[in-house]
């Protein structure tokens, strides 16, 4: 428990701890992580960060490290991180639990900026984000988000506000139970580039890929994606969309636009 300063941790290691606001740790400013691993820690009740809890302010950084395994009753199963902005490289997310958003990972009230940092299995079990819950603007370069599952709305990434802006990313097999969005869902604008969105699925719209506003596409791969219940089997877009190479192959809408809806 770290009050009221900062907390630099380099190839630590946190397991099977148990407390109320971040299981494994509890830091209220901004953290600086290299290597090391939370694993199988759990935040009680309603509260937050079943691995981190980070009050942030200012930019935490954290590079190579391993969450899993985590379980939170509030928001961000793996980490979760209150305010400022958030830096991961090489970064795992693996089998870690919310009872409300960001299964793996959530970014309260500011912006994430990930490299080749990857989100499996982790599940958001009555909320938004099966992978990650991001506020504000995320940028994701490299990395994967594979078989994570959210209650409503975005399987493997939920971007609330703020511009969504992905390159070389996979997005496969991610599941939005009750909502939009199987791999993704943006609140606002997103621009992918290249990566692929493959077997996603959504009970709603967008199987594969769901943007509020403008959807920029250059070169990506959207494939066998399935909206059950409504439009944009591949993607879909709530105002206009704009395309330059890729494809859209075998995925399936319920109502309009079986590769993709604008």
Known sequence: YVDSGYLTATNVTFSANTAAHGGGAYVARDVSLSGG????N???????????YAGGAGSSVVSGTTFSANNAGGNGGGL???AGSLVLTNTQFTLNTAGKDGGGLNVAAGSLAAANSSFYTNTAQNKYGGGAWIKNSANLIGGEARANVAQD????????????????????????????GGGVSAGLDATFSGGALIRNRALNSAGGLYVFRTLTLTGSQVLSNTADNGAGGGAYAGDTAALAGGSFISNTAYGRGGGAWS
């Open 37 to 40: 691993a939370f694993t199988g």
């Open 153 to 180: 709305s975005g399987g493997g990434i939920f971007a609330s506000l703020g511009t969504l802006t992905v390159r070389d990313t996979q997005f496969i097999s991610n599941t939005a139970q009750n909502g939009d």
């Open 42 to 52: 759990t935040s009680t009740g309603p509260y937050n960060g079943g691995g981190l």
């Open 80 to 82: 979760y991180l209150s």
